[in-house]
């Protein structure tokens, strides 16, 4: 198995641009995470899913920030407009409902909002 | 709210040393799961070692082990024998099993340096 593929790897935007992140979890796993991770606030939960529908997005920061997955192998996570405070390491990971072996976390993206 | 704390920002060890990393967690639940990951330089998080609430007998994988000890809301990582390939941040994390979420909950991490 390939792992929670992300991409971009890196990306470097404007402020006032639209940026969109994607995600492909591992397959057979029902459960996605996306997480933010920066200095200051550590590793936060945005969002997550379970069979494709949004459990709790109680971490989303504003309404600038969306998230989807429009089915089992795909989502993606938008911030428009893009801010300078948004820079930060955006994980995605998947799991197994009840399996709690844990997440597999993507190998994130770094976002630099200039 | 549920939280977890790590105490030590920065640590070093020589390497063979054994070091131990330290966790605290706050919940009212009886039943979760403890998780340790690693974030090397390459930035993947990795889970080294997992624990069950329910189970009293600490867990070990290989060099690493953990003290769990449950009543005082305390999870500690021990890392036996350092290597170098052990550098990097470690993140103590919590997953309450109220009403069915899967959340993790992180510290803020402790960043270990294996010196040679």
């Known amino acids: 198995d390939a792992g929670v593929i992300q991409s971009p790897r890196h990306e470097v935007t404007e402020m006032g641009q639209e940026v969109t992140l994607r995600c492909k979890p591992i397959?057979?796993?029902?459960?996605l995470f996306w997480y933010r991770q920066t200095m200051m606030r550590g590793l936060e939960l945005l969002i997550y899913?379970?069979?494709?529908?949004?459990?709790?997005d109680s971490g989303m920061p504003e309404d600038r920030f969306s998230a989807k997955m429009p089915n089992a192998s795909f989502s993606t996570l938008k911030i428009q407009p893009s801010e300078p405070r948004d820079s930060a390491v955006y994980f995605c990971?998947?799991?197994?409902?009840?399996?709690?072996?844990?997440?597999?976390f993507g190998s994130g993206t770094r976002l630099t909002v200039v | 709210a549920q939280t977890v704390t790590q105490s030590q920002p920065e640590m070093s060890v020589q390497e063979a040393e054994t070091v131990t990393l330290s966790c605290t967690y706050d919940?009212?639940?009886?039943?979760?799961?403890l998780f340790w990951y690693k974030q090397p330089p390459s930035r993947q998080m990795i889970l080294v070692i997992r624990?069950?609430?329910?189970?009293?007998q600490n867990a070990t994988e290989n060099r690493f082990s953990v003290n769990f000890q449950k009543a005082a809301k305390s999870f500690s990582l021990k890392i036996s024998d350092s290597q170098l390939g052990d550098t990097a941040m470690y993140f103590c994390?919590?997953?309450?099993?109220?009403?069915?979420?899967?959340?993790?909950?992180f510290g803020k991490g402790t960043k270990l340096t294996v010196n040679p």
């Open positions: 990971a998947s799991s197994l409902t009840g399996g709690w072996g844990g997440y597999t």
């Open positions: 397959s057979g796993h029902n459960s």
């Open positions: 899913f379970n069979n494709n529908v949004p459990i709790d």
């Open positions: 919940t009212s639940e009886n039943n979760y799961y």
């Open positions: 624990q069950e609430a329910y189970k009293q």
């Open positions: 994390a919590f997953a309450p099993l109220q009403g069915g979420s899967e959340k993790l909950v």
